[in-house]
């Protein structure tokens, strides 16, 4: 597979000339060991990998002292930690090590930002920085709009993650069932929140028809046949293992806005495809329209993940139906898009003209996507 540039590759790179510690969260699959390794490579060909998902290694990093770890690791310029939530107090770990050799740089990966920020955050607290990657973003795979217009259908039907949008595998939907099964199932079901994998597959699959719509947790409590507590524990795990991620309501009033229900959004379409058993050309599906807006609002969200700035992201809906589908908040300023699968104008209702101040709506469709590309 050739190696494909991250746009979160600069600041990586930036924050190990830092000598802080980049940690890489992520859904296993989207190049995050790829990556990692690459940029060590380019610090040093001999840089030090460790794969923390294997028993050995993982015992071999827990509760050890900073003499311990020097003589496992060598003296390598970098290091690179796959994996890392797999490491009992791998925080601490890393904190002794940061301390101690202070000249040496350090990566840590993880799948899951549940088990390693728990794990991380406090004892890293000022020696670190904090990425997300996602699957590959549209800018990522091309910069020339035609050849990027082509991509879609594939994108929109079979998701992003590397293989699949790179034509690096034969059997896409067996690729898709495995990364469902065996990473998605195996690592949700780990965490004991529950034990029944058919709850949790009919919980992904409500959520997967539901995409794109606003969510109750009264109503996938009922469908699921759990209760709506462990739905909440439920949904939170998703989106802290990168399967969802979930946009809230924009409010004048703040209070009244913390009652409204939240959208949610697959991270990856392939998986979200599969989980409903429709991998249908677009022509064929009566869901176009969610699938656009679900991808229009990742790729939006790509673009700006890598960003110093903080940037917080809504989407906005009044009691009489007329809704804004995504609004990112940069400083004091409100952007908002519309994402359009048809070639139907749009416009900024009245009501959220009256309540914001917000610069002109820009609309994305299949043929002006340019929003997705901005960089």
Known sequence: MPYIKRLLEPYIKQTLSDNKIAVIYGPRQVGKTTIARHLAAEIDPDYKYLNCDEPDVAVALADKTSTELRIFIGSPKIIVFDE??????????????????????????????????????????????????????????????????????????????????????????????????????????????????????????????????????????????????????????????????????????????????????FTDLGVRNYLIGNLNATDLRSDQGLLWENFCVNELRKQTGPLAEPINDYFWRNYAGAEVDYIQQKADKLYPYEAKWGSKKASLPKAFKDDFDSQPLQVISPSDFSALTLR
Not at 92 to 101: F, H, M, Q, S
Not at 157 to 166: Q, R
Not at 177 to 187: K, Q
């Open 84 to 265: 890392a939530q797999r490491v009992k107090n791998i925080g601490v770990t890393l904190k002794l090590l940061a301390d101690t050799y202070p000249d040496l740089k350090i990566i840590a990966t993880g799948s899951s930002s549940f088990e390693l920020a728990n794990a991380i955050n406090e004892p890293l607290t000022g020696r670190a920085y904090f990425f997300t990657m996602w699957p590959l973003a549209l800018s990522e795979l091309s910069k020339d709009p035609v050849e990027q217009r082509r991509m879609l259908e594939s994108l929109l039907i079979y998701g992003s993650y590397p293989v699949v949008a790179l034509h690096e595998v034969n059997d896409i939907t067996r690729y898709l069932g495995d990364v469902t099964t065996n990473y998605l199932y195996r690592d949700l079901l780990s965490h004991g929140v529950i034990r029944s994998e058919a709850v949790l597959v009919s919980l992904l699959k409500a959520l997967a028809l539901q995409a794109g719509g606003e969510v109750s947790l009264s109503e996938l409590s009922r469908t699921v046949g759990v209760d709506v507590a462990t739905v909440k524990r439920l949904m939170d795990l998703l989106e802290k293992a990168f399967v969802i991620h979930r946009l809230s309501p924009l409010s004048k009033n703040p209070r009244s806005g913390i009652r409204k229900l939240n959208k949610v959004y």
